[in-house]
């Protein structure tokens, strides 16, 4: 708890710059190297706090996402593999599974699955990367259905799994099905199904208009938000499997959502989702709902740009693959934090503070930006706004709260302030 505290605490800086102290840093790479404590248990226990905080949820939302973590600075390591063109960089590929509230503010890490490809050049059949989507369906409810059993709840909370195109599988659809939990994946199969199109993309076309809405979409990859008016589709359709590829799999009856901006202006790429889903989408509300859902993906992006860009997660150089896999399992309870700070103050702005903040950080900011002592109730909106100020964010109106870059930076500010805070009150108590 002490080393996650040091991480969360000083994201964006080196082992022994965030211990403080040679003595501190050798403990932590003493622990990280200590072959008694196995990932899994660290894995163990992140999972199991978040699955904590879902049982107070009634829906949960599972999202999964993979990324490459280039972690070429450790050629040493014998179990990284190739992540680009030519074999020259080298790392491993991480799949996480975050834990969302249904309106979308993250709770934490459910699941985490780190493997390495081989060389292109190596012998043998390319290995199926498609299992990790099974896979962090099953870790999800695992721990969700174990934790919600040991605290003698009635039920677990819906799962509503949430995948990117690269999630449309069918064995995916058929496991969502079969374990009789709900998802909204993308779509990008054109599979066949039982309609007079005999395509799904076309058949979804070929329905009625249930309405045109305007939405927001957030900038990405350089493209600035913008605004985009959509028609807004649906059909419930069964989908009948190819019986060369599936010669075991069964037809499935799913909803297709399809969003589609027939008029986008001319700089802008035409906004077109195609969403698979056994939510309630027949009206426009639901439909409304379902993509709703759907853009709770988001958050796992800036998870993602926080391990590597916030936490330098890519910088680490640790002697072991054993050591580096307990670091990354760290690391992703950090970033998810992060995030959920963020989030939650957007979503929760009057909570209290203290609900994602410790008491002596709630002190600092209270000392240095409230007036007086009346802050001593401080909201996490409020804080979330302070921890901006340190991080540069300048709180203008056309500046919004502060963002997960922001808010590294202002963490690590606020954790020297909190040390020298700290400082001063035993300065002051020996003296007095």
Known sequence: ACILETFAE?????????????GQAKGIYRFLANQRVRPGALHQGLT????????????????????????????????????????????????????????????????????????RDAPGPAAKESGKWLHGIDQARQVVWETAWAAGAAAPPRLVHLMDREGDVYEVLQWVEEVGD????????????EDRLWLAHAAVRAQPVLGRVTLTIPRSHGKSARTATVEMRTLTTTLRPDRK?????????WTLVEV???????????????????????????????VRKYTCRWPIEEYHLTLKSGCRIEALRLESWDSLEKAVVLYTSVAARIVALRDRAQQEPDAPATVLLSEDE??????????????????????????????????????????VRTLWRGLRDLTLLVEGWRVARRLENRCG
């Open 362 to 403: 709630c002190a600092v900011l209270v000392a240095k930006f409230g007036p007086g002592r009346a802050a001593l109730r401080l909201t996490l909106g409020q804080a979330v706004l302070w921890i901006g100020r340190l991080g540069g964010h300048l709180n203008r109106t056309r500046d919004g709260m502060p963002g």
């Open 182 to 193: 709900s998802a909204i994946i993308r779509c990008v199969q054109n599979r066949r199904v």
């Open 48 to 119: 199991s706090d978040t699955a904590r905080q879902c049982l107070a949820q009634p829906t949960v939302l599972v999202v999964q996402d993979t990324t490459s973590l280039n972690l070429t600075g450790c050629h040493v390591l014998p179990e990284l593999g190739p992540i680009g063109a030519g074999n020259l960089a080298q790392g491993v590929l991480l799949h996480s599974t975050l834990a969302l509230t249904e309106q979308g503010a993250v709770l934490g890490v459910l699941g985490l699955q780190t493997w390495a490809r081989p060389a």
């Open 260 to 290: 589609w901006e027939p008029n986008p202006a001319p700089a802008d790429e035409a906004l077109h989702w195609l969403l698979w889903t056994r939510e309630p989408a027949a009206t426009l509300p639901e439909v409304r709902e379902a």
């Open 245 to 253: 590829k599936y010669p075991h799999a069964w037809p499935l009856t």
């Open 10 to 22: 000083r994201p964006s800086d080196a082992i022994p710059q965030a211990a403080g102290s040679w």
